[in-house]
Every structure is written in C-alpha cells, then in structure tokens.
C-alpha cells in the first residue's frame, strides 16, 4: 500500500500502534487522499456531501467500525477507531462528521439501548451504509442545555405518537433513520428510532452554511409521527442515556481534530519553504518559524491526548469528563492552527485551492457542536470543583 509519510509524527507514536492499528490508518490515508482530496474543494464550494463515497467507507469498514463483529462490524478497538477519524478530517472535517453520526450517534444507541431484535435488524445495515443514521437532540431552544428540549411522545395503545421540531441535524436530509429524543408525558426524555418514511415526518437542508459545506444539515419536523412499540429504544430512557451516545462522538472528533491540525500545520510547511519574500523563503524568518514550532508542539501535544485517551477507553477506564478535556482542547487547538496557517498563505490562503481556510470555516462548527468550548470548561469546572455552573 502506498502511503505518504507525515512530518508530524515529531514523538514517534508510530512504536505505540499495533499493526492493526497502523495498516487501519493506512487504508483511510490512502482513501482520502485518492478520493477525497483532489475534489473536495470542489464539492465544499457547491455545498454537497459526497454520498457516492458512502458505499466505499462501508465497503473500508469505517462505519460503526468499533462495534462488535457479531453485528456486521470490523469490531476494530478504539485507538483504531481514533485513527480512522483523524484521517478522515485531514480529508474534511464533514466527512468526519458522517462517520461520526452514523457510528457513534446511530449505531452506538441501537448497540447499548436496543433490544437484541433490533441490534440484529439495524446495525449489519448502518454498518454495510444500505441505511443511514442522524440523531436528532438540539432543538432551536436547547442547544447546549438538551434536557429543555420540547419534542413530545406520547403513549398510545400499539406505541407512541411524536411531536416537535429538531434543528441542526447533521444527515438530516439524506438519512433513513434518526434517532430521536422526545419527551414523554411523565418529562422522562426517551430515545425512539424513526423510520424517515413514516406519514408526519420532513427534512429541510439548511444551506446557508458558511461552515460545513461538504455536509448535510438539516431541521427535522415531526407532526403526529406514530412510532411502533417495537421502534422504542427500551434501555434509552433519561437524558443521560443521550448524553452517553455524545461522549462516544466526542471521543472522535478529538481525534478528528487532529488530522485536520495536521493538514494545516503540512500545507503551511510546505508553502513557508516555497515562497519567496524579500529574496528568502518565507520559512527562513523568525516570525513565520515560530508559528511552525507552535503548531507543531500543539498537534504532539493532542496527538499523545487523544493515543491515552484510546487506551483509557480499550480498557473500560475513560471517563466523560477526560473527552470534554480532549475534545475542548483538540478542537480549539486545530481552530488556532488552521487560522494561523491561513495566515502564512497569505492571499492564497483565503481560496479553496488550499485547504486551511475550509478546515478553519469547518472547525468553527466542531469548535460548537457536541458541547460548545465552554460548556466542555464547565463540565471539567465541575469535575474538578465538585461545585456544578449549570444549576
Ligand atoms: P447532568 O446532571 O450533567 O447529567 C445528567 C446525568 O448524565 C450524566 N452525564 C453523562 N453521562 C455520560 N456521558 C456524558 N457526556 C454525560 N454528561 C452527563 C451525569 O453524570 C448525570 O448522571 P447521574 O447519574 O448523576 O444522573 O445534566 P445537565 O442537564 O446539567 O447537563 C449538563 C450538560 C450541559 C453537561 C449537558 O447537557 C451537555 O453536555 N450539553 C451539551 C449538549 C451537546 O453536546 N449537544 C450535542 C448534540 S449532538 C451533536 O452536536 C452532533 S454533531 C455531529 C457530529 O458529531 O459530527
Ligand atoms: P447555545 O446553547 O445557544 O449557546 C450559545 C452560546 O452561549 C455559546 O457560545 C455557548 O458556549 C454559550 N453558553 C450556553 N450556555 C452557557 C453556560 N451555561 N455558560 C457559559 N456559556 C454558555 N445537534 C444534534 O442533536 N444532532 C446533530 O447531528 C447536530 N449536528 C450539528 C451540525 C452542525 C453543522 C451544527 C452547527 C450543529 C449541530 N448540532 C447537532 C447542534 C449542536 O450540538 C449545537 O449547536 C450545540 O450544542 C450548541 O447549541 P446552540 O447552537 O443552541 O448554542
């Protein structure tokens, strides 16, 4: 397998992966840079997913690639797991955030909520990507605090009928299940899957995105969608339950994050030692190698983060509060480096010729969604303070 070699690796984590880990990395580099990277500026700037390559992830094992076997997944472990996102936000971080829902926001609830009849019928078909998944938590009044939210259920003789409006829905328009929170008549929020198909369901893409552009977003509304018995998540009750399904998702996108550091950091080396100024490459002064060494230390400094965590989480022993650090700390720390290396392409870096301005665009987006910077400092002032700034 051809693979390019990063510079990146300054710590040499390399000796830390095993070999599954490694030839897993290497599959996805090699997708991404085959497919992905020769077009996906294009793609951005016409606003659209690429959902031909959908069959191609499947096909590669990365959807719910962390789940079991017995499902119909790869059953890979999670620094594995980790990897594949890092590879796929070099790529775009909208591609990353595919994955992310499918395996993470979709298939994990069915995985640890579901009954087994429902495991058996779902997942083997999210994870082969015959189907596809969106979650469906934030609503236009409950964004960062979801136990507010105001969608529905209520009981009926053969199921449960749900009402309300979701917003910002990643999938949204292209999926065939969402996974949905409603509220039902005793204010217990409960996780329902939704056949898209059902009388009383519609998606609205949302396009006037100047962030995310290679992704779907969409608004959901729900009017007296009539859901089967059989269609409730029977272990999905209480919000915890959905807050435990973010934690899953966060884990990866503090990975993600990284590669789209790593794209960045790359692409600003690279135009440094090339372009001229005052007779010198750009890379020969002090300012331009400065800016460098911080990203790099930055990216080792998440890289090692993220290579722990995966441990911590192989082992049973990852905490949701080490992901809010994780995630907080990764994603701003790609926004800061994206926005610097934007900076030394100068007027070039402001096209889609380069990538840095798209990751920056796009990392505005991770920087909010799955707990915005702040809340994630919240919820480690409370870990640490044992005092809680919510209540
Ligand atoms: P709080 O009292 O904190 O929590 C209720 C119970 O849940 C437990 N808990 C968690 N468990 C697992 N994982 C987590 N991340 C958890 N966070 C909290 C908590 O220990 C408690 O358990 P117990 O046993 O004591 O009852 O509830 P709160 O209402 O005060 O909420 C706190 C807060 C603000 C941290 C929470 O609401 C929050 O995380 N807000 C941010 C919302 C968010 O991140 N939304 C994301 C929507 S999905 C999305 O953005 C997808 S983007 C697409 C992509 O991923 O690519
Ligand atoms: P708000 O909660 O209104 O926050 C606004 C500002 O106030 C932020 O700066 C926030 O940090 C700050 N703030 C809020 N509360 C506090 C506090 N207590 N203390 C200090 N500051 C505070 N959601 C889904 O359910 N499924 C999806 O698939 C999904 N995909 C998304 C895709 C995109 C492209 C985007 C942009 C969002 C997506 N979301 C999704 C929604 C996302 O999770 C929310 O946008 C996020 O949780 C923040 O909520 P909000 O936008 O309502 O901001």
Redesign the pocket.
């Known amino acids: 397998m051809e693979v390019t070699t990063r510079p990146t690796d300054y710590y040499a984590l390399e000796e830390l992966l095993t070999e599954e880990e490694r030839l897993t990395r290497d599959m996805v580099r090699q997708f991404v840079e085959r497919e992905v990277l020769p077009h996906i500026g294009e793609w951005w700037m016409r606003g659209e997913f690429p959902r031909h390559l959908v069959p191609r992830m499947a096909e590669l094992g990365m959807l719910g690639a962390n789940l079991p076997q017995e499902y119909g997944c790869a059953g890979i472990g999670n620094v594995a797991y980790g990897l594949i996102m890092q590879e796929l936000e070099y790529g775009d971080s909208g591609l990353r955030?595919f994955v992310?829902?499918q395996s993470a926001?979709v298939m994990y609830p069915i995985y640890a909520y579901g009954s087994e009849e429902q495991k058996r019928t779902w997942l083997p078909k999210l994870s082969r990507g015959e189907v596809i998944g969106c979650?469906g938590?934030?609503e236009t009044s409950a964004?960062?605090?979801?136990?507010s939210l105001q969608t529905r259920a209520r009981r009926t003789r053969d199921g449960w009928i749900l009402n309300g409006t979701k917003m910002w829905i990643?999938n949204g328009s292209m999926a065939d299940l969402a996974v949905i929170w409603a509220k039902d008549e005793e204010g217990e929020i409960r996780g329902f899957l939704v056949e898209t198909s059902w009388p009383g369901f519609s998606a609205h893409e949302i396009k006037n995105k100047v962030s995310m552009r290679a992704s779907d977003t969409s608004e959901l509304v729900l009017e007296d969608v009539h859901v089967p018995e059989e269609y409730v998540l029977p272990k999905a009750v209480g919000?915890?339950t959905a807050?435990?399904c973010?934690?899953q998702?966060r884990y990866g996108?503090a990975w993600g994050a990284v590669g789209a550091a790593i794209a960045c950091y790359e692409e600003a080396r690279n135009y440094a030692l090339g372009r001229i100024a005052f007779g010198k490459p750009i890379a020969s002064f002090q300012i331009i190698q400065e800016r460098l060494v911080d990203m790099l230390t930055e990216i080792t400094k998440g890289q090692l983060l993220v290579y722990h965590l995966g441990r911590l989480k192989d082992s049973g022993r990852m905490t949701?509060a080490q992901v809010s650090l994780a995630k907080r700390n990764n994603v701003r720390m790609a926004l800061n480096i994206a926005r610097a290396a934007r900076s030394i392409l100068g007027a070039y870096g402001i096209t889609v010729e380069y990538h840095a301005i798209r990751h920056m665009c796009n990392l505005e987006t991770v920087d909010t969604?799955?707990?915005t910077y702040d809340?994630h400092t919240l919820?480690l002032g409370r870990d640490i303070t044992g005092i809680?700034a919510?209540?």
């Not at 964004?143 to 136990?147: E, I, Q, T, Y």
């Open positions: 955030s992310s829902v926001l979650f938590l934030t964004g960062s605090d979801p136990a990643t919000l915890k807050l435990g973010l934690t998702a996108i949701y969604y799955e707990g809340i919820i809680s919510f209540s």
